[in-house]
C-alpha cells in the first residue's frame, strides 16, 4: 500500500503543514488535488495540481494512495464528506505517524489519520480520519473514532471515548473512563472530567479554572 505514489487532496496551510512532515518522513508525494471550484493554480510545492474530477479518470484505486489535508471547518463535516466519496470510489486513505518510536507501540489506526508528534499508549484505538496534534497524549485502551480533530497539548485518560466528528482545542484535559460524544465542540484549556452528550459546546472560561 505505502509503496504507491500518493497523492495529497488539499493545498492549504493543513496541506503544507503534512507536506513538511512527509518530507521528514522521506514519503514522497506524487501530486495534489482540489475540487474544481478551488482550483487556481496548476502546481502546489513543486508537484502538478490535478482537480478531483481529473484524478477520478487518470487514477485507478489501485495505482495510487490519496491523504485528505484539509481543516476541521464545520466541525469536521467537510473532511467526513469528502473521505467518504474517496472510500466510495475505493482509493486507500494513507495514514501516518510522525513520531517513529511509536512504530512498536501497540495501538491500532485507521485511514487518513496524521499523529504529530505525540504520545499514544498501548491498546489504545484511533479509528479513520482522525488527525492528532503535536505534543498530545492519548492514554491507554483508549477510543478516538471517526472524523475527530485533536489540537495539541491534548491529554485523554485512559479508557475514555471520542466519539465522531469532535473537535477538541489546545490543551484539553479528558479525565479517565470519560465519554465525549459525536459532534462536541471542546474549546482551548478545558478540562473534562464527566461525560459529554451529542452536540455540546464546553468553553472554560478563566473563572472557571
Not at 34 to 40: L, P
Request: aromatic share 12%; charged share 25%.
Amino acid at each position: 500500500m505505502k509503496d504507491k505514489p500518493l497523492i495529497v487532496f488539499g493545498t492549504g496551510q493543513v496541506s503544507e503543514i503534512l507536506t513538511f512532515y512527509l518530507k521528514k518522513l522521506g514519503r514522497e508525494i506524487f501530486s495534489y488535488c482540489v475540487d474544481e471550484k478551488y482550483y487556481k493554480k496548476t502546481s502546489f510545492k513543486n508537484k502538478k495540481v490535478f482537480t478531483t474530477q481529473e484524478l477520478y479518470k487518470k487514477f485507478k484505486p489501485k495505482d495510487i494512495n490519496v491523504h485528505i489535508a484539509i481543516s476541521y471547518k464545520k466541525l469536521n463535516f467537510l473532511r467526513k464528506k469528502k473521505f467518504l466519496k474517496f472510500k466510495k470510489k475505493g482509493y486507500f486513505l494513507e495514514s501516518f505517524v510522525t513520531n517513529k518510536k511509536l512504530n512498536n507501540s501497540n495501538f491500532k489506526i485507521g485511514e487518513n489519520c496524521l499523529i504529530l508528534d505525540s504520545h499514544i499508549q498501548p491498546y489504545s484505538k484511533i479509528l479513520n480520519n482522525v488527525y492528532i496534534w503535536s505534543g498530545s497524549i492519548i492514554g491507554h485502551h483508549s477510543l478516538v473514532k471517526d472524523h475527530v480533530w485533536i489540537s495539541s497539548g491534548t491529554a485523554i485518560g485512559g479508557n475514555s471515548k471520542i466519539y465522531e466528528r469532535c473537535f477538541l482545542g489546545m490543551n484539553t484535559t479528558v479525565g479517565h473512563f470519560v465519554k465525549i460524544k459525536k459532534k462536541c465542540f471542546i474549546g482551548a484549556g478545558s478540562t473534562i472530567t464527566k461525560n459529554i452528550e451529542n452536540n455540546s459546546v464546553v468553553v472554560q472560561t478563566d473563572s472557571e479554572k
